[in-house]
Nanobody, 123 residues
Framework: VQLQAFGGGSIQTGDSLRISCAGS????????MSWFRQVPGKDRDFVAG????????GYADSVYGRFIISRGNAKNTVYLQMNSLKPEDTGIYYC?????????????????WGQGTLVTVSS
């Protein structure tokens, strides 16, 4: 599966933004999908994930209650709606896919990655 993330931008604290990840290739519904975030000098951290059916969702504690992940399997797309954004949400957001039904939270569990989209939140 090939992934392409888009929709990042520069926004103010408290604003909302939705980023998207479009997948191409067969059997998109065979993959659990997640978003990770990376800032310079730090690891790429799990942000949110959705199971292949969309029935199970998981979030990092830092974004729980503010971010919403969803997937549109008919469109081979995963979305991340980010609300009440904070400067610490700044980073490059990568979408990732792993074959199988369940969400995984470790970067090493994901063999497929999009190119990343930059989100900058200023105070």
């Amino acid at each position: 599966v090939q992934l392409q993330a888009f929709g990042g931008g520069s926004i103010q604290t408290g604003d909302s933004l939705r980023i998207s990840c479009a997948g191409s290739g067969p059997a998109f519904t065979d993959y659990a999908m997640s978003w990770f975030r990376q800032v310079p000098g730090k690891d790429r951290d799990f942000v949110a994930g959705v199971s292949w059916s969309g029935s199970t969702i998981g979030y990092a504690d830092s974004v729980y209650g503010r971010f919403i992940i969803s997937r549109g399997n008919a469109k081979n797309t995963v979305y991340l709606q980010m609300n009440s954004l904070k400067p610490e949400d700044t980073g490059i957001y990568y979408c990732a896919a792993t074959r199988g039904p369940r969400i995984k939270r470790q970067r090493s569990d994901y063999p497929y990655w999009g190119q990343g989209t930059l989100v900058t939140v200023s105070s």
